[in-house]
Nanobody
Framework: QVHLVESGGGMVQTGGSLTLSCALS????????MGWYRQAPGKQRELVAG???????NRQDSSKGRFTISLDNAKNMVSLQMNSLKPEDTAVYYC??????????WGQGTQVTVSS
């Protein structure tokens, strides 16, 4: 079992920045892939950025140049630094972890609201 707890959401103005954090606990050594997803009202959940346990990252086009995902193994934390935020970034952001047995775990989500 892996447990994920997100924090760091809030309300910012256009152009502002936020850092989301995802605290990992449980069978952390089994995790192969972690990612940040988001879901806006009326839309499907979408991948924002992913990171392998070796630190290799992948960002979707919508976040390239603005968002940075990072992994801190010492703190058991995955973070998402978000800069130059836009109103269309408004969504609930979720942390996800996939283990070596392909089990998928989700956090409870954290709301990000960007006002124009």
């Amino acid at each position: 079992q892996v447990h994920l707890v997100e924090s760091g959401g809030g309300m910012v103005q256009t152009g502002g920045s936020l850092t989301l954090s995802c605290a990992l606990s449980g069978d952390i050594s089994s995790i192969n892939l972690m990612g940040w997803y988001r879901q806006a009202p009326g839309k499907q959940r979408e991948l924002v950025a992913g990171i392998l346990s070796d630190g290799t990252t992948n960002r979707q086009d919508s976040s390239k140049g603005r968002f940075t995902i990072s992994l801190d193994n010492a703190k058991n934390m995955v973070s998402l630094q978000m800069n130059s935020l836009k109103p269309e970034d408004t969504a609930v952001y979720y942390c996800n972890a996939i283990t070596d047995t392909l089990a998928s775990y989700w956090g409870q989500g954290t709301q990000v609201t960007v006002s124009s």
